[in-house]
């Protein structure tokens, strides 16, 4: 009997999703390794899928999957192995060859992760659920793609690492890449590459090239009198200030919301963090660092030409975008009040999604209700992401949204 309603399973740690009929129940074992599918006081019909490997580059995996197969089945009469064209992902599939049992095994390889299926069926019920099982088993998607992109842009950053700087012995580790003398946090280039997935290659290029310019350019022993006009403030979001990382030796100031103020030495290619050691290395006072970076903002050239339309309710918007990638820096800029009122009005409402863009817009409800939903959209799909809150621009200062 077929079913009439299908629903669906989550796995709980998002690593697959499927279909089976609504009448089923699902069992979760070892926190959901592995979960099982199958009619309610059946003991001997039912489906069971395993994680086996985790973690790994699986398009690499296709040619070890049958030797991975094999390996699985060891122990058990099967037979018959081979690709089964109907699955979303590759695997293969297998019978069960005993006397007592007609089910199938499958494996099958996907996003970053590999799973292990088998049925329970009985010989003479084969018509019965071999094709309900083959139907759960089709609608079956592996929902890792992101975890994947990520493997495959850390493995070619070690790559070219290790090519760069044979001497440092860099390896994998969870959170990044580790050396001897250094350790470098991916969360960026993971941003970026999941941003454009396509560009994976150039940008793991391009990141790996920025760290070998930071370590050949004399990193930490510059002078103050050598940097002090190129230190610029720079807008992140609180959460970029990991403990236990290098991001908790970054000079802050705390600002409004969730967005704190870091602060950059602006180089031609790259931009190189102000750190505490910085500051007391320099004797100079944190006061000091920030009136200077707020002097150098100011005198950072704006765009030639302003993109940006006219509403019918009289409201404008305008978007900054500078070639310094530093947009969302022009928000500290001491005289955003008085450059933008005039064809704004006053109070009116700026917006940094992320680090290159600088939005500014008239105090008018139907515009900022539309650009409230842009901001956001824009900030969750950034690699360099500041905040979706939109801030308040008035003649006394700033403040952020409620």
């Known amino acids: 009997m077929q079913p009439t309603r299908w629903t669906t399973f989550s796995h709980p740690h998002e690593v697959y999703r499927l279909e089976y009929p609504a009448e089923w129940e699902h069992l979760e074992k070892?926190?959901?390794?592995?979960?099982?599918?199958?009619?309610?006081?059946?003991?001997?019909?039912?489906?069971?899928?395993?994680?086996?490997?985790?973690?790994?580059?699986?398009?690499?995996?296709?040619?070890?999957?049958?030797?991975?197969?094999?390996?699985?089945?060891?122990?058990t009469e099967a037979g018959n192995l081979r690709h089964d064209t109907t699955l979303r992902h590759y695997g293969l599939k297998a019978d069960m060859l005993k006397d007592d049992q007609a089910g199938h095994y499958w494996i099958m390889a996907g996003g970053d992760v590999v799973l292990f299926a088998s049925t329970q069926v009985p010989p003479a019920e084969r018509d019965v659920w071999n094709p309900l099982f083959d139907r759960v088993m089709a609608s079956l998607q592996i929902t890792r793609d992101d975890e994947l992109i990520m493997i495959q842009s850390a493995t070619e950053a070690l790559q070219l690492l290790r090519k760069k700087f044979p001497d440092e012995d860099f390896e994998l580790e969870e959170k990044g890449i580790r050396g001897k003398g250094q350790r470098i946090n991916l969360n960026n280039l993971y941003r970026q590459v999941k941003a454009s997935p396509?560009?994976?290659?150039?940008?793991?290029?391009?990141?790996?090239?920025?760290i070998t310019q930071s370590v050949t350019a004399d990193v930490g022993t510059e002078e103050w009198e050598e940097v002090n006009g190129v230190v610029v403030p720079l807008l992140k979001p609180v959460d970029y200030l990991v403990p236990n990382t290098p991001t908790e030796h970054l000079h802050t100031t705390e600002w409004l919301a969730d967005v704190v103020i870091c602060y950059v030495i602006k180089r031609e290619k790259f931009y190189r963090f102000v750190t505490g050691w910085d500051i007391r290395r320099w004797d100079i006072t944190a006061e000091q660092l920030e009136k200077r970076a707020i002097e150098n903002l100011a005198r950072?050239?704006?765009?030639?030409?302003?993109?940006?339309s006219r509403q019918r309710d009289g409201g404008r918007v305008i978007v900054i975008m500078t070639k310094d990638d530093l947009a969302s820096s022009r928000l500290l800029h001491p005289d955003l009040h008085q450059l933008f009122s005039g064809p704004l009005g006053s109070p009116f409402w700026a917006g940094v999604p992320d680090r290159a863009t600088l939005v500014v817009y008239s105090d008018r409800?139907?515009?900022?209700?539309?650009?409230?939903?842009?901001?956001?959209?824009?900030?969750?799909?950034?690699?360099?992401?500041?905040?979706?809150?939109?801030?308040?621009?008035?003649?006394?200062?700033?403040?952020?949204?409620?």
Not at 32 to 57: H, N, T, Y
Not at 198 to 210: A, M, P, Q, T
């Open 365 to 402: 409800r139907a515009l900022k209700q539309r650009i409230a939903r842009t901001l956001k959209k824009d900030h969750h799909r950034s690699a360099y992401p500041v905040t979706p809150r939109p801030f308040l621009v008035t003649r006394d200062g700033i403040a952020p949204s409620e």
């Open 300 to 308: 950072l050239p704006w765009p030639n030409r302003l993109e940006g």
């Open 198 to 210: 396509k560009r994976k290659s150039e940008l793991v290029k391009s990141f790996i090239d920025g």
């Open 30 to 75: 070892e926190e959901a390794r592995s979960c099982g599918f199958g009619p309610k006081e059946r003991d001997d019909v039912g489906l069971w899928i395993s994680i086996m490997p985790f973690s790994v580059d699986t398009p690499r995996l296709v040619d070890d999957l049958p030797k991975l197969m094999k390996q699985s089945l060891e122990k």
